[in-house]
């Protein structure tokens, strides 16, 4: 399994009640819904294997 490290994030509170409410249509948490977002991204930019 994966390590995973906690850090602080500083966003804007629009955007994160949109996440939320994302996270929330797909049955994930807010944490998994930025770390699903994030590795999305990643996967697409090509800057990790898919």
Known sequence: M???????????????KAVERWG?????????QLEWIINKALKESGRIKK
């Open 24 to 32: 929330a249509d797909e049955f994930r948490s807010t944490n998994g």
């Open 2 to 16: 994966a390590e995973k490290k906690a850090f602080a994030l500083r966003i804007d509170v629009e955007l994160l």
